[in-house]
């Protein structure tokens, strides 16, 4: 399934793009996620753990950086894990571009994610809504590292909160609400023949 997220942090593009590049920062950034090893040219090993009520799963795998554009501005992360616990696995290749926007750079994050076993069991709605909320968090969660780096402050004991609990699955909640609100309440608006 491809999902797609959008988001600014305020901070110019050379910066931001700086930023994605130190692979090490952003799992550091993206809730969850841990490095467990890096094994160089761009490749690492590591864990994603995400909870949300009784739904708990855990991943270990590997990821690399198989494209890397400055001029572009362009990262391609391929990713790929078991479950711990030999429910499922799960895929991914995420394409981030990142361009100059009026209050800083926007970035632009698109995920083909493939899941299979216990994980799959989840509507396309529900793991959108769920990685749109921990996308919001990596957003945050990198702003407040970049600013803490540029201020000389040492970043390495500044991780990103757990995937966990009932904040996700309230936000989440929260977006398939919306999702059904728009769908069913706004007026139906005829498209151009």
Known sequence: MLIENEFVVPQQLDRVWSFFNDI??????????????????????????????????????????????DAAKRLVIHGAGADEKGRGNASMDLTARLAAAP??????MAMDLTLSGAAAQYGRGMV??????????????????????????????????????LAIGV?????????????????YQPQPR
Not at 35 to 62: C, H, Q
Not at 141 to 146: C, V
Not at 180 to 185: N, P, Q
């Open 24 to 69: 090490p920062q952003v799992a550091a950034s993206l809730p969850g996620t841990e490095l467990t090893d890096d094994l160089g040219n761009d490749e690492y090993k590591g864990r994603v753990a995400i909870s949300m009520g009784p739904v708990k799963l855990a991943f270990n795998g590997d990821a690399q950086v198989t494209e890397r554009d």
């Open 103 to 108: 209050k800083g750079t926007k970035v632009s």
């Open 128 to 165: 959108a809504d769920v990685t749109s909320v921990l996308i919001g968090q990596f957003a945050d969660n990198a702003q407040r590292r970049i600013e803490a780096i540029d201020r000389g402050e040492d970043v390495s004991n500044m991780t990103a909160r757990p995937a966990s609990g």
């Open 171 to 187: 936000a989440a909640a929260k977006l398939a609400l919306m999702r059904v609100f728009r769908r069913f309440f706004l007026p």
